[in-house]
């Protein structure tokens, strides 16, 4: 049975990335699906790489960005 903590752990998106989510307090990817991409893209640290990851990791649970479905 898949564990649901590990489901919704966040991918490997670098650490400037994953501290600037913590610091908006998103720490799980259920959480990163509530932002745009443009939203994202606003947060020092945050770039397109770790975007890309994370676009990869939410359609692969079948979930997109907010204003993305």
Same mark, same amino acid.
């Given at each position: 049975?898949?564990?649901?903590?590990?489901?919704?752990? =966040?991918?490997?998106? +670098?650490?400037? !990335?994953?501290?600037? /989510?913590?610091?908006?307090?998103?720490? @799980?990817?259920?959480?990163? #699906?509530?932002?745009?991409?443009?939203?994202?893209?606003? =947060?020092?640290?945050? +770039?397109?790489? !770790?975007?890309?990851? /994370?676009?990869?990791?939410?359609?692969? @649970?079948?979930?997109?960005? #907010?204003?993305?479905?």
């Amino acid at each position: 049975m898949p564990n649901p903590e590990t489901e919704d752990s =966040l991918p490997s998106i +670098g650490k400037p !990335a994953t501290r600037a /989510l913590a610091n908006i307090g998103i720490t @799980r990817l259920s959480q990163v #699906a509530r932002l745009s991409k443009a939203e994202l893209g606003e =947060l020092h640290g945050v +770039g397109p790489k !770790a975007i890309g990851i /994370l676009e990869k990791a939410l359609a692969a @649970r079948g979930k997109a960005f #907010a204003g993305s479905r």
